[in-house]
């Protein structure tokens, strides 16, 4: 970050001098983050190596890496094909999605504590796949009915806070009730529920990755990257939004029109994601603090390294749930709750000591 | 008061055998016998005893928490106590085998103590209590107490069958042997609470306004803190933990009573149980001969309740 008080600039504000220091920030900038994108991006194939290659029969990375296409041993190959993979593949998109949408959700609601799971998305989507559970319908139906459980929750939200043009502390706030209420009606179920099915919806709504396979990854898989694909390409529209909202109605945009668009992605990117892992805590949440720490405020490119890190974040969970932690059938949400909570409090505490950011 | 006594005799009368209300009369004073009379001493007036005591301890331990943050929106689930009594309660079925509510108590008093005065130490800055931290602090808390609490029922059946019912909220089936062992606990916080109800006027003008008027803030945040951990510690250790009603009885009274907390806190110590026998009978009446239990019937109930206050907060 430039130091802002830079005295040369208060005192001689000449125009090119201006200029160069901008645009020498911004390369510097854009430089860190590509740094940091790197860095990412070799952890995720680092971590993916390990995850494929570790477990109950230990194949050596590159032995997993030629199973992963088929080739080697016909043992390695099933092993890393039909078991291990989809697991990996499945951890990384839903961290991928899961980040990307608290980061969009943050920059939208204007609220560092905004997040998939504390407006009610992911109770949504907890919601519609116990439902589905309680039904007693296929497996493969589980992932649809979360994504509209999510969107349900979306258009209660939408229609609580719509008469008052999407204001940001009131889209917050009922986003809050929403969650509980929704919470509420998945607590009923599970009391209601006989145990063995319980048991599958409470491992369902603290978010876990046992047993993925290949369609539900693939589906899941397409979607989401779709949606990303939507916000990548909507991304100038969120940086006028983020100037306020008469700034942006100043510059031609209908802010509550542009901002209910751009949220319907992001909920519908965030059910998504749930669908494929049930509802990890702290990953969309903590993961664009840290970003925000490293590379400073978000553009286009941190996004993209907000992507990468969710996906490691999980990855890097999920291999603490398997190799780690001797406790056997712990749900990854719990890790990541865990692992998360500390370290978003010190960040909250540092962020209180700044000046508020308007609302 | 009216509507409390009105929804007493309901809760006493109602349920999944109804009876007249003259039989109720009869079997208090002790003049009928039989089974209407048994269903109405043995069952239904330790649940409303129960239901009263818990609900009063809910409404102003809301009261005082919304006083002491100065934050409309805090209640003492914001505190993490649910979470903390909810995590100890499962710990102690899952490592030892209880099954019975009213020995669950002890460790559901621990636990929301431990999680109490964790969210505090999170949110003290220079002897005081900061509340924006507190609140923080708190929510981030539940979220973490919440997964172990869930890991720990995934990894045993019988612990997620005896504790699922316990974590929804009821005051159903409790004997007052559940209600005794917190009552001194109970009346020390009611105690408590209103000996601080002036200051807490004073603070909501302010920390320096209230400082310069002779109120020493950090004390009445410490007794405050303390009266909230012993009312809404001991109204999880009988009932579960029961959402909404420290939160909605504040809000609930301030309209017909003003702000003033010399009459708020009496004001929910009527609101708070009028709240919970009122859930607790409409639970009964829904799905009868069944019945759901209060807690997912106050959360339910809760939440549009919060939709409304977002619209008074946002203005």
Known sequence: MTAPTDPTRLTAPTAPTARTRRTGAITRRRARTAAWSLLALALLVLLTGVALGTGQVSISAWDALRALFGQGEPGNVLVVQQFRAPRVVSALIAGAGLAMAGSMLQRLFRNPLAAPDTIGITGGASFGAVLML??????????????????????LLGGFAWRSKMAV??????????????????????????????????????GSLYGRNWTEVWIGGTAIALTAAALLLCQRRVAVLDLGDDSAGGLGLNPARDRLWLLLLTITLASL????????????????????????????????????????LLLSADLLVLHVIPVHGLPVGAVTATLGAPWLLVLMIRQGRLPQRSS | MGALVLCAALSLALGSRSVPLATVVDALTGAAHGGDADVVTGLRVPRTLIGLAVGAALGVAGAVAQGVTRNPLASPITLGINAGASLAVVAAIYTLDLSRPAEYVWFAFAGAAVAAVAAYAMSRRGGDLDPVRLALGGTVLTVVLTSWTSALMLASHRTLDEARFWLAGSIAGRHLDTLTPVLPFLVLGLVAAFAISPALNALALGDETAQSLGVPVARIRVVGGLAVVLLAGSAVAVSGPVAFIGLAAPHLVRPLLGNDHRWLLPGCLITGPLLLLAADVLGRLVVRPSEIEVGIVTAFLGAPLLAVLARKVAK
Request: proline share 6%; hydrophobic share 60%; no cysteine.
């Open chain 1, 273 to 312: 994601a749930a669908a494929l892992t049930g509802p990890v805590a702290f990953v969309a949440l903590a993961v664009p603090h840290l970003v925000r720490l490293l590379a400073g405020p978000p553009t286009l490119g941190t996004l993209g390294l907000t992507a990468l890190t969710g996906a490691v």
């Open chain 1, 134 to 155: 309680a039904t007693g319908a296929s497996q493969q139906l589980i992932p649809l009915a979360a994504v509209g459980g999510g969107l349900l929750a979306a258009m």
């Open chain 1, 169 to 206: 502390t009131r889209l917050v706030l009922v986003g809050l009730a929403v969650q509980q209420g929704l919470a509420a009606a998945v607590n009923l179920m599970i009391v209601r529920f006989p145990a063995e099915l319980a048991s599958s919806a409470m491992q369902w709504t603290t």
